[in-house]
């Protein structure tokens, strides 16, 4: 357990007033201030709740955030270069307060912030990175008359936005699951765009090449793809080819679509 606290002062070393403290050993913990006077000084303190050790610690003081709350959400755009693997900004709810109850455990949102992308697409995934385990809310409508599209209270890196329409607002709230008032995280956050191939009316045709060999490579990245339902059953990502069958069976050798392999 982290055994360090937080604890803030005003009036001056000799005559000091407690105005903060935070409720025990946290780690990633942040205090917040409120009613503090413009120009004034304060005070504040790193300790150990036991003796022995010691800790090395990054300490900061941070002005309140600018989307902390819906109508200062930051914009995101949708990109298909965005994904687990490549993130684009990062963010953090230090110095957040909550907008909303939580959709799960209402006091948990005590540090929700808000982005904002408008959709280009009737899919798009969100990417949402981070080492403390937070909950993702996405919302359509428009601040104060917001309606919840799903929750995710147990995030695990991305999740799809399914049923857009072209140019529809979408917010996203964003907070750590801890109820601890102080706890807070960093993370980063993206909208992937699907590939254009995602869906099969879009398919990418394929020529069909004589020989043991592909004549032509097609390369594919599933990243930013999102799922297809063929005959009731779904699939994870998927992308999509077409061919024109230049005979009445293909098979057989290396370029045959019934050899591993063959697909390249």
């Known amino acids: 357990m982290d055994a360090v606290c937080i604890e803030a002062f005003s009036g001056t070393c000799g005559t000091l007033n407690s105005i903060g403290c935070t409720a025990g050993p946290i780690s990633n913990s942040a205090l917040p201030l409120t009613g503090l006077v413009v120009g004034n000084t304060y ?3 790193s300790f150990q709740t036991y003796p022995g050790g010691g800790n090395t610690r990054r300490l900061g003081v941070v002005r309140p955030i600018t989307n902390d709350e819906c109508a200062g959400a930051v914009e995101l755009i949708p990109s298909p270069n ?4 490549s993130l684009g900004q990062q963010f953090t709810t230090v110095g957040a307060t909550q907008s909303l109850p939580g959709c799960g455990v209402a006091a948990a949102s005590d540090d929700d912030v808000w982005l904002h992308f408008t959709a280009t697409a ?8 981070t080492d403390v385990a937070v909950v993702v809310e996405a919302y359509s409508g428009s601040c104060g008359s917001l309606t919840s599209l799903w929750c995710e209270d147990n995030w695990v890196l991305d999740a799809e936005l399914t049923g857009l329409t072209v140019g529809q607002g979408i917010y996203l709230r964003i907070y750590t699951e801890s109820t601890v008032v102080q706890t807070y995280t960093w993370f980063t956050a993206g ?4 590939p ?3 869906e099969c009316a879009n398919a990418i045709t394929i020529a069909v ?3 043991p060999k592909p004549g032509q490579v097609y390369g594919f990245d599933l990243e930013t793809a999102t799922s297809s339902t063929v005959n009731n059953y779904t699939t994870l990502e998927d992308v999509w080819y077409s061919f024109t069958a230049p005979s009445t069976s293909l098979g057989g050798g290396e370029s045959g679509l019934v050899q591993p392999g063959a697909l390249r």
Not at 82 to 85: D, N, Q
């Open 209 to 211: 090449n004589e020989g």
């Open 191 to 194: 909208i992937g765009s699907p």
């Open 82 to 85: 965005i994904s687990p693997i």
């Open 122 to 129: 009737p899919k798009h995934t969100v990417v949402v990175a």
């Open 196 to 198: 254009a191939n995602d």
């Open 43 to 45: 005070y504040f303190r």
